[in-house]
């Protein structure tokens, strides 16, 4: 079922807090990787999506700062996950003329995942379709952190004035300066919190909250969500005249 939702006034961003995979699994007596394995598929269905309902920017949570706590099986289950996900989809996603960038911190990530990365991001990068933003070892207030580390050095090189900084110069520092701001953020699994997630690009984003678990989230949910968003009246701290 396609939607169109081009002509709109519906959301340029969506970022997406993807939850639910492991209950999903659990759900149906099944180990918590393969509601992971679920939820890698579901990703597709939403990329291709995006066109048709006006999203020209998709930012999805992959992997948290935080998910390194989980069992090394799971972890170390997720990073296979995520270079089979990475080989298996290159050729298709340059296909739909996605481009895809990885955000976060890959210190802690194996030497083959980030070629792998750097290899997908080379290879879309004249795509001109969908911008897909890819969550990985990632957390927001660690992404702050790494961009005011920058910006202290700068200073401390001279190459900016401390007197010049202001609200709009900590963005250009942060792993999303090229990318808008999220004008909607959407979690699933019923989970009703924002997880570290785009904590400075997602000041006046909208957010919606939703019960169904990632690997039953479908386009038709998204449409609807966007379209809800369109309804919308959003004034930024202003008052309507």
């Known amino acids: 079922m396609k939607h169109s939702l081009r002509e709109t006034h519906g959301p340029r961003h969506v970022a997406i807090i993807m939850d639910g995979n492991g209950r999903w699994a659990t759900m149906r007596g099944r180990p918590r990787l393969f509601g992971h394995h679920a939820g890698a598929k579901r990703v597709r269905e ?128 942060l792993d999303t300066h090229v990318l808008p701001d999220p004008d909607l953020v959407i979690r699933t699994s019923g989970e009703a919190r924002i997880s570290n997630f785009l904590l400075w690009q997602s000041a006046y984003a909208e957010y919606e909250f939703v019960d169904t678990l990632w690997p039953d989230f479908t386009a038709l949910e998204l449409g609807e969500l966007v379209r809800s968003f369109a309804r919308r009246d959003r004034r930024f701290g202003a008052v309507k005249k």
């Open 46 to 173: 939403v990329v291709e999506a995006c066109p048709d309902l006006g999203i020209k920017y998709l930012t999805i949570f992959a992997f948290s700062t935080e998910n390194w706590k989980r069992t090394q099986v799971e972890v170390a289950g997720l990073m296979s996950l995520f270079r089979r996900y990475i080989a298996k989809e290159a050729r298709a996603l340059k296909k739909q003329n996605v481009q895809v960038r990885f955000i976060g911190d890959r210190v802690r990530l194996d030497n083959k995942l980030i070629g792998l990365m750097d290899e997908l991001e080379q290879l879309t990068a004249s795509c001109t379709g969908t911008n897909l933003t890819i969550a990985l070892n990632y957390g927001g207030r660690d992404e702050v952190a790494r961009a005011t580390q920058r910006l202290a050095q700068d200073v401390a090189d001279g190459k900016l004035d401390p007197a010049s900084v202001d609200e709009e110069t900590l963005p250009r520092y």
